[in-house]
């Protein structure tokens, strides 16, 4: 009564289903990522306003303006 090709065919869709499926509940929270929106400008602004540069950065971005100053002054 039930062609061997279409009982074949539903066995091997069923494997595949359970296999995708079983894939997709391991990897929900991968998923979940990729899904949500980016994060907002109040968090990326808060990430922005944590990093605290050392002192010999501060100390090189002080000569730099400087120096730029002083070029701008003798123009």
């Not at 994060?39 to 002192?55: L, R, V």
């Amino acid at each position: 009564m039930i062609n061997r090709d279409f009982l074949m065919g539903f066995v091997s869709g069923t494997v595949v289903g359970a296999v995708g499926y079983r894939l997709y509940e391991q990897n929900a929270g991968q998923l979940q990522r990729l899904v949500q929106p980016k994060q907002s400008f109040g968090s990326q602004q808060q990430a922005i306003t944590s990093y605290q540069p050392s002192m010999e950065e501060l100390q090189a971005q002080k000569e730099r303006l400087e120096d730029m100053i002083a070029e701008l002054q003798v123009k």
